[in-house]
RNA sequence: GGCGUCGUACCCAAGCGGUCUAAGGGGCCGGUUUGCAAAACCGUUAUUCGCCGGUUCGAAUCCGGCCGACGCCUCCA
């Protein structure tokens, strides 16, 4: 059984998709105005380890991840920057792809951009005017009318009447009937300059909730299984696209939705003045590697608060070499003739937890105490082929959830030269040559290892 | 002001009324093994779960208060 904590019931409850065997999954993806940071991915890590958890499970996950390329903030950068929007958000939907990729991520079935579907989303708001959930201001734009839709503020538990009138509020710019009244609509101003759409109210562009709400319901249809985002997205945006969404088609739109914590930085939370903002770009300066900012990422709870530190960088490299170690040793058996039909029965124990609403820091306990298992078994030598087997094929599904294990590169020629010579010196024992060839090899940045069954040649981590 | 989350060893982090004399990981220290090193393994590191009360036969777990950290309250993942 799969169970998830949904935001709109605040309680766990089992999974069932819609079409058997099938899950239809949107994620809010990123504004890209700039490069994306280490506090986007954890949510970004979030999506992912679900899609994987699922696919575990044996489901057919069809995922899409929209990008926001046209908003305020996009707008607002490419004019500080002097540059056409599209140059803006191309060049960071790139690189935002390229640390994707480089986090081990596995890619969405479909990226549509805002820019590209605005057609579909007049088409909504069309509807919604229609049924007079929105209205048209003497500006052009067209909001929605929040008290036109009961269900208003279900997601986020908020009600009106008990809020604070902010500051942002009182300052809006755009007029409109109501305070909590949200833009679908926006109509044009200088500030825009090229940035502009025609439509039957004028020239402008979409609010920000609109493109979720159309674009999701174009690739997965009225009704789809999850929707998941970062917390702060709970309100207003997904509030607002279940407005929207549920006064458009009538259906009940998202079954479950998801919703990660946010991520701290060095004890704090993330901001400009802190200085404490990572990007994937930084990170890598800093000699991470993808493994262990996953580690970091994945080891807590996704609805607990987990704190990002520099300092934890070797903790991370600790457990990557470990789980590589690992597996070398299990693979160095001959595993002819072994039939690898038997999971351990933990397995079942570890997928068991991970589909328990992603229980990532139990899972993890249970493949740790697994692995120590395994080690003493080799240790004292009475392993069996079948429990070889057995534990590379969980320590497969379990890298295919945490994605932990670094892929070994080529080893070079004259590294490997080296390592040879080193071994003969040590069959004829002399220490003095061995000892010297290990420091050649690991100026070179190898690291050697003997073993009963000779030496193992592994890179350094930066 | 409203809504909500969290506080467990030196650090990270499970725990959701009894199996907790509290998982798992990192670190420290000691040991086995090894030419040395590395790795692996073993042992050690919380009689205690922010503090104070209460409920209960029984609480880290439920209730109340206090202290502390954090989030949302209209475009922040």
């Known amino acids: 059984m799969i169970q998830f904590y949904n935001t709109l019931t605040r309680k766990k409850e089992p999974f069932n998709p819609i079409e058997k065997g ?37 489901l057919d996950v069809f995922h899409v991840m929209n990008i926001t390329d046209v908003d305020d903030k996009t707008i607002k950068r490419a004019k500080e920057t002097a540059q056409p929007l599209q140059a803006l958000t191309e060049n960071y939907t790139q690189k935002f792809h390229e640390d994707l990729k480089w986090l081990k991520m596995l890619p969405a079935d479909e990226y549509p951009c805002a820019t590209h579907h605005v057609s579909g989303m007049i088409k909504m708001i069309e509807s919604l005017i229609k049924k007079e959930h929105a209205y048209v201001e003497d500006d052009g734009s067209v909001y929605f009318k929040v008290n036109s839709f009961s269900k208003y503020g279900q997601l986020s538990n908020i009600k009106f009447e008990d809020q604070k009138v902010t500051e ?57 299984d999850i929707h998941c985002g970062g917390v702060d997205n709970m309100f207003p945006h997904h509030e607002n696209e279940i407005a929207q969404s549920q006064c458009h088609a009538g259906s009940s739109f998202v079954n479950v939705w998801l919703h990660s914590e946010h991520l701290m930085v060095e004890g704090g939370k993330m901001s400009k003045s802190e200085g404490n903002i990572y990007t994937v770009s930084e990170l890598k300066a800093k000699g991470f590697t993808p493994e262990i900012i996953r580690y970091q990422l994945l080891s807590g709870h996704y609805r607990t608060k987990i704190n990002f530190s520099l300092a934890k960088k070797q903790e991370g490299e600790k457990i990557v070499k470990r789980l590589s170690e690992f597996k070398s040793r299990l693979e160095s058996f001959d595993l002819e003739n072994v039939t690898l039909d038997e999971n351990p029965t933990i397995y079942s124990e570890f997928v068991k937890n991970l589909s328990n609403d992603l229980d990532t820091p139990n899972a993890l306990a249970i493949f740790f105490d697994f692995m120590k298992k395994m080690n003493r078994q080799m240790d004292k030598g009475s392993i069996d082929k079948e429990q070889v087997a057995s534990s590379l094929y969980f320590l497969d599904k379990f ?64």
């Open 22 to 58: 099938k899950v239809s999954l949107y994620t809010c993806g990123p504004t890209v105005y700039d490069e994306a940071h280490i506090g986007n991915f954890r949510t970004f890590m979030f999506e992912d380890l679900l899609k994987r958890v699922l696919m575990l499970n044996g």
């Open 168 to 224: 942002r509020i009182g300052s809006d710019e755009y007029s409109k009937e109501s305070a909590q009244d949200f833009a679908l609509w926006k109509g044009w101003k200088p500030d825009d300059g090229e940035v502009a759409w025609d439509s039957p109210w004028g020239k402008g562009r979409p609010g920000w909730h609109i493109e979720c709400s159309s674009m999701s319901m174009e690739y997965l249809g009225d009704h789809f």
């Open 399 to 462: 890298d295919s959830v945490f994605g932990l294990i670094p892929r070994t590169g080529k080893v070079p020629e004259e590294i490997v030269k080296l390592v040879r010579r080193r071994e003969q010196a040590r069959n004829i024992k002399d220490w003095n040559e061995s000892d010297n060839l290990r420091d050649k090899i690991d100026a070179l940045g190898w690291k050697v290892k003997d073993t009963a069954s000779g030496s193992e040649i592994s890179k350094k981590s930066a």
